[in-house]
Structures are given as C-alpha cells and as structure tokens.
C-alpha cells in the first residue's frame, strides 16, 4: 500500500555533514506524522526527529541545535539535515510515517528500510 524509502547516507568524517531524504508513495490519503528514528548497533530504535501536521518539530535532546527535520507535503518528502556531526550519530535511520490510505479510515505506521549513516575519521 505505502512504501518508504530513504536516501541520502553514507560515511562523513565529524563534523560532517549529510541531508537524508524519505520519499512516501503508495496510495496515501493524508500523513498525519513523519518522523525520523535512528538504531545503533545493541540499541534500540530511538526518535530523533519528528514533524507533525501543522508544522510542529520536535528532537530528541543530543541532535538538538544540530539536526533540522523537514517535510516537503506536495511532494510526500521528509528531509533531516544533519549538521556537525558526531560518531555518537553513526547509527541506520529510519523513516516513519503514520498514515491513512484510501479505502480505508485507519492510520497506520509504516517504516522505511533505513539508510545506514557513519560518522568516522
């Protein structure tokens, strides 16, 4: 139904820096919320960024200051520039949407399969 892909990853020295994309496509009705998560190795998946409806960002604590969430809603695109980046960032990002499709009324989350992200000199 609804597939999304990220893009953008790769190896980047510190204080680097990378722009990650998301591309939603499928048959979507509306996004209510796109958000960006992050899972490093022995971890758990974790939020990083996250935009809801209306425009309203948030972050967690670490990425704050550095990293910039965007959403491109014609388009079904949502972006993380990361700035200044740190190893403690190396992890694979992940896209998530929560969305409804059409024929149907209810919201569902979906992933994307990540982008893996190496922050190292």
């Known amino acids: 139904q609804v597939q999304l892909v990220e893009s953008g990853g790769g190896l980047v020295q510190p204080g680097g820096s990378l722009r990650l994309s998301c591309a939603a496509s499928?048959?979507?009705?509306?996004?209510?919320?796109m958000d960006w998560y992050r899972q490093a190795p022995g971890k758990q998946r974790d939020s990083v960024a996250a935009?809801?409806?209306?425009?309203?960002?948030d972050y967690t604590d670490s990425v704050k200051g550095r990293f910039t969430i965007s959403r491109d809603s014609a388009k079904n695109m949502l972006y993380l520039q990361m700035n200044n980046l740190k190893p403690e960032d190396t992890a694979v990002y992940y896209c998530?949407?929560?969305?409804?499709?059409?024929?149907?009324?209810?919201?569902?989350?979906?992933w994307g399969q990540g982008t893996q992200v190496t922050v190292s000199s």
């Open positions: 499928g048959s979507i009705a509306t996004i209510y919320t």
């Open positions: 998530n949407a929560e969305i409804s499709t059409w024929g149907s009324t209810a919201r569902k989350t979906f």
């Open positions: 935009m809801i409806s209306g425009g309203s960002t």
